[in-house]
C-alpha cells in the first residue's frame, strides 16, 4: 500500500532464458520472471498502482486489456517505457468481475515483444462472485490457462517470422500452456472452472474435450454471462478469453483440444487460421480417484448488457480490409473521432477480407447487439471486449464510455492478430 491507500504492485520486465524443453534453452522475455508474469488480482472498487520496470534494453509497454481506466494509464502506444525506466500507472477498478490480461502495446512491436513472453492475467472480483458457489479455489478448482502457439528453430529459439503467403502473420506448431510445453494437470474437484485466454499472436482456438464432453459457458472477456450456456465447443480468437466449467468422474483422464474452426472460408480454411493444423493437445486433465463436490452452477450468473439501442447517440461504422481500417492506418499523431462521456454508441464493424480478423476496443467492455440482424449467439450474450469477425458479417456493438474523459491521451480500437495491428489495422479515439 502507498499513501493514498492503493495496492502496489511491483512488475519487472526483463529478460531470460527459459526451458521449454529439456536441454533447450529459449531466450525469452517475462514479467518479473523470465515467461509470462504474475496473476494479478484485485477488487472492485479498490485502488490499484503499479511500478513497471522496463530492465530490457528495448523501450516497451504494458497495456490492461479489458479494463476501464483513465487513457494514461492504458499502457498503449503513447506510454512507452524507455530501458531502465519506471512508469507508475494508477486507477480504482470500476467493471465487474472477469478475466482480463496484460501485454505490451508499443507501436509498431507489440507482436514482437508479446511473442517473446510479456503476457499475465489479470482477475477482477466483485460482490456479485463473492455470493456465488462457483469453483473459486484459485489454483486448485479455479484454473487460469494461458494458450499460446509457438514456433522454434533449431537452435531452441522462438522463430516469429510469418510464412510467406499467410494471411494471419505468425503461427506456430507447439502450444505452450501457462509457459509449459505438453503438460498435464490433476484435478480434485467434480467441477472445474478454466480461465481460457488466447494469448497468441494470431492463432484462433476452438476448444473442446476429446471426449466430446459438454461443458459450461460461464463467462466471456467482460465478466459472467447472464446464465451459464452448455456446449462442447468455444472457439477464441486472439486477445479474447473465456470462462468455462467442466464435470470430471473420479479416475477421468481427457484432453482439453483446439479443433478446427467452425465457420467456412473456403479450402483455405485450415492455412488461414490453424496453420494447416486443425486438432492440438492443449493439455491433459486427470481426476483425483475421489472428487470433492462442494461447488455449483447457479441459474444466473450477472445481470445481462443492457445499454439497448432506444438512445443511440452515434452510429460509426468501421471496414476492415487488408490493414486498414475504413481505408486508414494507424497514425500516431492521427486521433479519428472523439466520443462524448456517458453517450451510448453503436459501432457497426464488417471484416471484408476472406480470412481473419477481430475488433478490439480499448477502455469498455460493449454489448453485441446483433450478427447481420441476427441476435447473438450465447458466447456474445455477455460483456466482450475483443470480438471474432467472421467474414463478410457486420457486428452491431453498443458501448458507453464513462468517468475517463481526456482530450489529448487517446485510447486504441484494432484488430487484435497482433501482425495486422502492428502494420496499422488500428485507430484513436478520445473520450471528452
Ligand atoms: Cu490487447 Cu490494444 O490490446
Ligand atoms: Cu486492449
Ligand atoms: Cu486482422
Keep these: ?63 490492461w486489456h479489458g479494463m476501464r481506466l483513465p487513457a494514461e494509464m492504458d499502457g498503449g502506444p503513447h506510454q512507452p517505457i524507455m530501458p ?78 510469418i510464412p510467406l503467403g499467410s494471411t494471419s502473420g505468425t503461427l506456430g506448431d507447439e502450444i505452450l500452456v501457462n509457459g509449459s510445453h505438453g503438460p498435464y494437470r490433476e484435478v480434485t474437484t467434480r467441477l472445474v472452472r478454466l480461465r481460457l485466454l488466447n494469448a497468441s499472436n494470431a492463432r484462433m482456438y476452438n476448444f473442446g474435450f476429446s471426449d466430446d464432453r459438454p461443458f459450461q459457458l460461464i463467462g466471456t472477456d467482460g465478466g459472467l454471462l447472464p446464465e451459464a450456456w452448455e456446449t462442447d465447443r468455444i472457439q477464441l480468437s486472439a486477445g479474447e478469453r473465456a470462462e468455462i466449467v467442466v464435470a470430471f468422474e473420479p479416475g477421468d483422464t481427457v484432453e482439453l483440444r483446439s479443433y478446427a474452426a467452425e465457420f467456412d472460408l473456403g479450402d483455405q480454411t485450415a492455412d488461414r487460421l490453424s496453420g494447416e493444423q486443425d486438432e492440438l493437445d492443449i493439455v491433459q486433465f486427470r481426476a483425483a480417484d475421489a472428487l470433492a463436490d462442494e461447488t455449483e452452477i447457479p441459474e444466473t450468473l450477472a445481470p445481462a448488457p443492457d445499454l439497448g439501442t432506444e438512445n443511440v447517440a452515434e452510429v460509426r461504422t468501421f471496414d476492415l480490409e487488408g490493414r486498414s481500417i475504413n481505408g486508414q492506418q494507424m497514425q500516431m499523431d492521427r486521433i479519428d473521432f472523439g466520443v462524448r462521456e456517458g453517450d451510448t454508441e453503436v459501432w457497426e464493424v464488417t471484416n471484408h477480407n476472406g480470412y481473419l480478423h477481430n475488433f478490439h476496443v480499448h477502455d469498455v467492455q460493449f454489448q453485441v447487439v446483433d450478427v447481420d440482424g441476427v441476435e447473438p449467439p450465447p458466447q456474445l450474450r455477455g460483456w466482450k471486449d475483443t470480438v471474432l469477425l467472421v467474414p463478410d458479417l457486420r457486428y452491431r456493438l453498443a458501448m458507453r464510455f464513462s468517468d475517463h474523459t481526456d482530450p489529448n491521451v487517446p485510447y486504441m480500437f484494432h484488430c487484435h492478430l497482433l501482425t495486422h495491428e502492428d502494420e496499422g489495422m488500428m485507430g484513436q479515439f478520445v473520450v471528452l
Design 1 to 63: 500500500q502507498d499513501d493514498s491507500g492503493a495496492r502496489v504492485f511491483d512488475l519487472t520486465i526483463q529478460s531470460g532464458a527459459t526451458e521449454f524443453v529439456a536441454g533447450g534453452a529459449t531466450d525469452t522475455w517475462g514479467v518479473n520472471g523470465t515467461f509470462l508474469g504474475p496473476t494479478i488480482r484485485a477488487q472492485r472498487g479498490e485502488r490499484v498502482e503499479f511500478a513497471v520496470t522496463n530492465d530490457v534494453d528495448e523501450e516497451t509497454s504494458i497495456h
Design 84 to 161: 531502465g525506466e519506471t512508469w507508475r500507472p494508477h486507477w480504482t477498478v470500476d467493471q465487474p468481475a472477469s478475466t482480463l490480461w496484460y501485454h505490451p502495446h508499443v507501436h509498431g512491436k507489440t507482436a514482437a515483444h508479446t511473442y517473446r513472453g510479456v503476457a499475465g492475467m489479470f482477475i477482477l472480483d466483485d460482490e456479485n462472485t463473492a455470493s456465488l458457489n462457483l469453483p473459486a479455489d484459485y489454483g486448485v478448482d479455479d484454473i487460469p490457462l494461458i494458450v499460446q502457439d509457438r514456433k522454434f528453430d533449431a537452435d531452441n529459439q522462438f522463430d516469429d517470422s
